[in-house]
Structures are given as C-alpha cells and as structure tokens.
C-alpha cells in the first residue's frame, strides 16, 4: 500500500484495522454462515497472496458461481492485491460471459504497484440497448467520497450495521456491502431476495440500516400485512434507490417502520449520488429532491428557459469511464469535469431537481415530448397494475402513438376505459396511451427492472400476433 495513501482513503483499507481492533465482531452475515473482521481480512490476504504469486493480470473477472460470501472474499482480494475486480453477472449467457472475459486484458501482472486513491478498483457492467454489457471503471476515492458523503448526510445511522438484500452483481448492492465493511458495523445479506427472510432479520433490531429498491421493500410490505405484523421499531434509516419508489405506499413504509428515515436517493452506476429527498407521499414523482454537498448540478436546456435539458453533474463520485466498447446511444456524455447519464429534467426555484426520463426513451407524438417515465408513474399507481413499460408506435399522422404495456394483478379487472380515465385525470390528452398490452410473462433485467428494451422491440416488431402480449380490450 502506498504510504502516501491513508487506509480510510482505500475502499477496503480499514479492513485491517478492524481486524487488529474488533476481529470477533461479525463482517458478513448471510444467514448460513457468518465471518468476523478477522477472519475475513485474512481471508481476504489469502486471496491476494495466491493472485500475486500467480502473476494475475491487472483486472481479475470474479467467479459468479460461488457463494456471495466468497464472492466478496475473492472481490477484496483482488482489490487488496493491488488489482481492478471485474463482476460479472450469474444471469448472463455462456457466450456474453466468455465475450467479456475476451475484452478483459490477460496480461500477467508481475508487479503489480499498490493501491492508491485513484487507482480502478472495480468494474460493473449495465446493460446497453446493443451488444455486450457496457463495464464502468470505478477508482478507490469515487466511492470513498460517496461513503463520506452519506455519512455527512445521514449522520451515525447510516454508519451503523446494514441489511444488504439484493445480488453482489447489482452495483448499489455491493455498495452498501461495501460500506459496511468501511465503516466496521458489518452487513446482513441474503444470497437470493427473501421478504419473509429480511422482515425476520429487521425484527432482531441489529440492522439499523437498510439499503434497498422499491420492489424489495413492496413485497416485504405486502407480506408483513399479510402477516399483520408489528411495527419494527429498530430501524432508523431505509436508502432507496434503482428506481423510482412507489410514493403512495410511504404511509405503509412509514408504520412498518416508525422509528426509520425514509430517504430516497438518485444517482446512476456512472455518478453515485446526485440529490435526494425524504420519502413524502404528496410530492410528485418527478422531484428527485436537492443535490449532495458535494454535487453540482447544470441543466443544459436547448428549448429555452424553464424546459427540460440534459442534466450535466460534477462531483468527486464520478466514475473513470467505460472498460472498452463503444457509444451505443446510452453510454454518459462528458463535458470537462461535467458528466451526463443522458437524463432530462429542470431544476426548479426551491432548488429540487426534476428528473422526467431518459433522453433515448423520449417520444415524440402529436408535435410534442413527452417521457415515458412519467405515464410509466401514473399507470403503476393505478388498482391492479403491477409495472409498465411506455412505448412510441410510428403513426403516419403523430409521429408516434403512445402504447403502453402492463403487468397486472390476476383478476384485477382492469379495463381499457378505466386506465384512459385514470390516465385524463393527471395528465395532458397527447400522454394517454392509445393502445394498452397486458404481459403475464413480465421480463426484468439481470438488475431486477423492467426490460424496457426486450418489451419495446417485441412490440414493434409483431403487436398483433405476439403470442406473449395480448391486446387490452
């Protein structure tokens, strides 16, 4: 380790502080096994000792088929060996996982210098809407500063022992592993996603942290009224990020968890944080809240003033940039030390950023923009619908007609008339979908989300004879 370099300015330095200092205290818990501080650092010494002996080159692609447990060990191995891990993900194909083991350097690395804060110390991959998974190259003082960051923000409860219950794969999941392993309180995980599992694990009140995305907390909400469960008194903060939270159910999240900030925070794989906001059920779903201190925001706007424009932000959490492969139309634009993921939005007089959808998903219909974003908002909050994915079908006279396609809950009774109301009742006319879909085969990402990508092409390739959506009548 170079000794211009402080181990708090490392991603995994304090690891071996811990050790010396609390290596009984539980590090990582998955419910089957669990490892202290000390035991994990030297496993951890173990993994970087045999990379080194080995001449591993510079980035290492870490084995998807073990145990998260030892996923994490080999991860911090890595990195604690002076290399870049490189994460894979256990839903890829044969042939996109040999693809991406190609594009990774083999070199041997036989002297590999120690790790400084700006060294790269992992890559994670997004999905692009072409071609192999586009990798992101993260260094040592992007995360550090986002660790500081939510610590500054969110005070001595966000560094406190935290529940982890997404995959190791999912970037906002190992960054919550990572944190806790920073700040030496430990993390509960959970090797697949279990609401009965972390509504037992939050009721033993010693994860006062948890770090989740909206579909995780909907279905444990959903079991624990099942249940008719008790408050759970001894959580105090819940992060909520990788999509947008279901804002109408903070009253549920609220009682379940009295004691609990609810925070929903916005940012991408690329940038970490950018603003944030207390969950509120009566503020509209396109405010993202305020910036992070450490954030700068610039809306670029080529319509005028007060109109949507890229939003551009600076701060020191930003990514490197992109581990091989090409502009596929979603990758983040750079302007100096400005950076944009290519998402729209304002910011208004009261400070707060509106976040109203992707560049790449607008739609043009009837001479107007519009976001699929927002009706995507309107359409989830309707009874009986699930999810929904907003598409533009080319139309000869508008352009585009907005369509939209569904999931919805079994014998729900949802009816074209009913979502068209819905939908007049909080939008403008030209945002209501002219065609509605239902899909009971609902296809997610290796993240979690809705496919956007996989429904869209399907839609516009053969709507009228696909034998896996079917027209709502």
Not at 110 to 131: E, L, M, Q, V
Not at 190 to 211: F, M, N
Request: with cysteine; aromatic share 8%.
């Amino acid at each position: 380790m170079s000794p211009l370099a402080s181990l708090a300015d490392l991603v995994h330095g304090p690891l071996e502080r811990w050790a010396r200092e609390r290596g009984d205290a539980i590090a990582l818990d998955d419910g089957q096994a669990t490892l202290g501080f000390g035991d994990l650092y030297g496993a951890v010494r173990k993994v970087a000792d045999a990379l080194n002996e080995a001449h591993a080159p510079n980035t290492v692609l870490v084995d998807d088929r073990q145990p998260t447990l030892c996923r994490i060990v080999e991860f911090l191995g890595v990195i604690e060996s002076g290399r870049c891990a490189a994460v894979s993900d256990p839903d890829w194909t044969g042939p996109t996982r040999e693809a991406v083991r190609a594009s990774i350097d083999a070199t041997p690395c036989r002297d590999c210098p120690p790790s400084t804060p700006t060294s790269p110390f992992y890559i994670g991959f997004t999905s692009g809407s072409t071609g192999l998974p586009k990798g992101f190259r993260r260094d040592h003082r992007s995360w550090v500063e986002s660790f500081k960051v939510c610590i500054d923000t969110f005070g001595p409860d966000a560094a406190s022992r935290i529940a982890v219950p997404g995959r190791f794969s999912h970037s906002l999941f190992l960054f919550g592993i990572l944190f806790g392993l920073w700040t030496g309180t430990g993390v509960v995980l959970q090797e697949r996603y279990s609401a009965a599992r972390l509504l037992d694990s939050l009721r033993k009140g010693d994860t006062p942290c948890l770090v989740a995305v909206p579909t995780q907390l909907v279905m444990a909400l959903d079991m624990a009224n099942r249940r008719g469960m008790a408050p759970i008194r001894g959580v105090r903060l819940i992060l909520i990020s990788g999509a947008r939270w279901m804002r109408e159910r903070t009253p549920e999240l609220r009682r379940l968890c009295p004691n609990a900030r609810i925070i929903e925070f916005y940012g991408a794989s690329e940038t970490s944080f950018i603003a944030w906001m207390l969950a509120d059920e009566h503020t509209p779903a396109q405010i993202v809240g305020r910036p992070f201190s450490n954030v700068d925001i610039d809306v670029r706007d080529t319509a005028g003033p007060g109109r949507e424009g890229l939003i551009f932000v600076r701060s020191p959490m930003v990514f490197m940039g992109y581990a091989g492969g090409g502009d596929d139309g979603t990758a983040a634009l750079r302007d100096g030390d400005w950076l944009s993921v290519r998402d729209m939005g304002r910011v208004d007089e009261s400070g707060r950023l509106h976040l109203v959808g992707r560049q790449n998903r607008m739609i043009v219909t009837q001479g107007k923009n519009m976001f699929p974003e927002e009706l995507e908002s309107v359409l989830a909050a309707h009874r009986g619908v699930l999810a929904a994915s907003v598409h533009g079908l080319h139309h000869p006279v508008r352009g585009h007609q907005v369509a939209a396609v569904l999931k919805l809950e079994p014998d729900a009774g949802v009816t074209v008339e009913g979502v068209t109301a819905w939908c007049r009742q909080h939008l403008e006319a030209y945002k209501v979908p002219r065609l509605l879909f239902a899909c009971d085969d609902w296809p997610l990402t290796g993240s979690g989300k809705t496919d956007h990508h996989r429904l869209g092409h399907t839609l516009a390739a053969d709507r009228a004879t696909t034998t896996w959506l079917r027209r709502l009548h």
